[in-house]
C-alpha cells in the first residue's frame, strides 16, 4: 500500500465552484512545475506508448513531497515519464521524473526506484515477505510495409523482485521458487494446481503473485 499517510494531500477533483478556483491553482502550483510534453503517439501505426490506455486517467502522484489526487494522468512507457494534463486542457505536462516520488493509475501504483542498477518508474504488484515490482516497457520500431515506414511499438514486461535493497530479475517461475527454502515444494504445488485448474499457464505475472502471495499465507502461519 502507498505509504502516503504522512504526506500533505491537496485534492484536485473537479468538485468544486468558480470561487475556489484561485485557491485550488495556489495549491497546486507545484504540481504544473513541469515542462510541455511532446505528444508523439499520433505519428505511430500500430500500438501507443501509455500503460493501459491512450487517454488521461484520474490517479494520485506524490510529486516535491505534496500528494494531488483526482489528477488526470497517462504514463509513457517509451521514455518513462509521467505526464499531466494541464487544468485549461490545451497542454499536456511532464512532470520532473526526479520530483516524482510515487504515483497511481486507476489501481496501479507505482514507484521511483533509485538502485545501483536500475532506475525510474517501477509498478509495485506486492509487498510482503517478497516485494514484486513489474518493469512495463514499450519501444519503437520502424516496419516497412508497402515502402513506407511505419512506427509500431512493441510491448515487454519484466519482473523482479527486491533483496538487500537491489532488484533481481526473476527469469522464470522457477528461478522464483528457488529463492524460497523449505517451502518451496508447497507454493509449487499450489500455483501448479491453480494454473492447471484455470488455464493459465501462459500468465507469468499471475504465476509469481500467486506463489509470493502463498508464501506470505503460510509464512504468516509459522509465526
Known amino acids: 500500500?502507498?505509504?502516503?499517510?504522512?504526506?500533505?494531500?491537496?485534492d484536485l477533483s473537479d468538485e468544486f465552484t468558480v470561487k475556489d478556483l484561485a485557491v485550488k491553482a495556489r495549491e497546486a502550483?507545484?504540481?504544473?512545475?513541469?515542462?510541455?510534453?511532446f505528444h508523439y503517439a499520433p505519428s505511430i501505426?500500430?500500438?501507443?506508448?501509455f500503460f493501459l490506455k491512450p487517454e488521461f486517467v484520474n490517479g494520485n502522484v506524490e510529486y516535491k513531497g505534496k500528494l494531488f489526487t483526482n489528477v488526470p494522468l497517462m504514463y509513457d512507457c517509451i521514455t518513462d515519464q509521467l505526464v499531466l494534463k494541464h487544468y485549461n486542457d490545451f497542454f499536456r505536462i511532464q512532470l520532473f521524473k526526479d520530483a516524482v516520488s510515487s504515483f497511481t493509475i486507476g489501481n496501479s501504483y507505482f514507484v521511483n526506484l533509485?538502485?545501483?542498477?536500475?532506475?525510474?518508474?517501477?509498478?509495485?504488484?506486492?509487498k510482503g515477505k517478497f516485494t514484486i515490482y513489474?518493469?512495463?516497457i514499450k519501444r519503437l520500431?520502424?516496419?516497412?510495409?508497402?515502402?513506407?515506414v511505419r512506427k509500431v511499438v512493441e510491448v515487454e514486461d519484466r519482473f523482479y523482485y527486491l533483496k538487500d535493497g537491489?532488484?533481481?530479475?526473476?527469469?522464470?517461475?522457477?528461478?522464483?521458487?528457488?529463492?524460497?527454502?523449505?517451502?518451496?515444494?508447497?507454493?509449487?504445488?499450489?500455483?501448479?494446481?491453480?494454473?492447471?485448474?484455470?488455464?493459465s499457464n501462459s500468465n507469468k505475472e499471475l504465476q509469481y503473485l500467486l506463489a509470493v502471495s502463498?508464501?506470505?499465507q503460510i509464512a504468516a502461519h509459522e509465526n
Not at 533509485?114 to 506486492?126: I, M, P
Not at 520500431?141 to 513506407?148: H, S
Open 134 to 136: 513489474a518493469k512495463r
Open 1 to 10: 500500500m502507498p505509504a502516503w499517510s504522512q504526506t500533505l494531500v491537496i
Open 45 to 49: 501505426f500500430q500500438g501507443h506508448p
Open 29 to 37: 502550483s507545484d504540481l504544473y512545475d513541469g515542462k510541455e510534453y
Open 166 to 199: 537491489e532488484l533481481v530479475l526473476i527469469k522464470n517461475l522457477k528461478a522464483l521458487l528457488n529463492e524460497m527454502g523449505d517451502k518451496k515444494g508447497e507454493v509449487k504445488k499450489y500455483v501448479k494446481k491453480y494454473v492447471k485448474k484455470n488455464k
Open 214 to 216: 502463498y508464501y506470505d
Open 114 to 126: 533509485s538502485t545501483t542498477k536500475h532506475k525510474g518508474f517501477y509498478q509495485e504488484l506486492h
Open 141 to 148: 520500431k520502424d516496419n516497412l510495409e508497402d515502402k513506407r
